[in-house]
């Protein structure tokens, strides 16, 4: 990675591609319901930003990029889903993790490896997952989310190029007398400051 990965003085690696602030108005997310499911189009503001870096164990240093997801439901305008979390990559061994919490009592560590750019390099690719039968990439969640709207399993993958981003996400779900449902969101946004 490059000196225009450096943000004063820190060098954010892949990680720098996504600071800034990004707009998007073709979400659709789909999430259970007690008898069916409902989709429903949507649109968001992402802002990432740069937070420096993190030492563990005196070993381990890793660049660390803040964010906050705001996303809003088009039929109503209100906002259906709020999501803090951070981004930490590690250039010793290129490995990504994302972090999160939404607020229903749920966390999330997922974790991947960085792709290798695509042939022209101008794509990056962030692909992390986590699973709750894990201890290390994994979900935990409060007693009643445990018991009543279980998330086994989660996966995010975020395509960056230039000032375009797309998503797709895959929460997987244990809830009504569903097993395993695919709570989905895709969208795809554009850096606006
Ligand atoms: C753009 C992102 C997302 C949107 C728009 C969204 C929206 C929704 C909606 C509309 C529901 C069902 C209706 C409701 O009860 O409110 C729901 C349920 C749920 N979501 Fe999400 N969600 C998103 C991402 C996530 C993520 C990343 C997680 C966790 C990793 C998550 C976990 C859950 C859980 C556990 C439920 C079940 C609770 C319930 O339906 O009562 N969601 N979400």
Redesign the pocket.
Known sequence: MGEHTTIDGIDYGPLASLVGTWEGNK?V?R???PDGE?R?P?Y?TITFEAAGDVTNAEQQTLSVVRYH?V?S?KSNDEV??D?VGYWLWDPADNTIVET?T?P?G?A?VAGGTLAAPDEAGQEIVFEVAADASSPEFG?V?APF?FK????TA?S?TITVKGDDMRYS?S?I?D?YDKKSYD?S?V?TLRRTG
């Open positions: 979400g997310d999430s259970p319901e409902e429903n949507y968001e997801q996303v439901r259906f889903h999501q999160f939404i229903r749920v999330v979900i969640q989310m009543q709207a279980k998330t989660f995010h996400e929460t779900l809830i709570h969101d969208n």
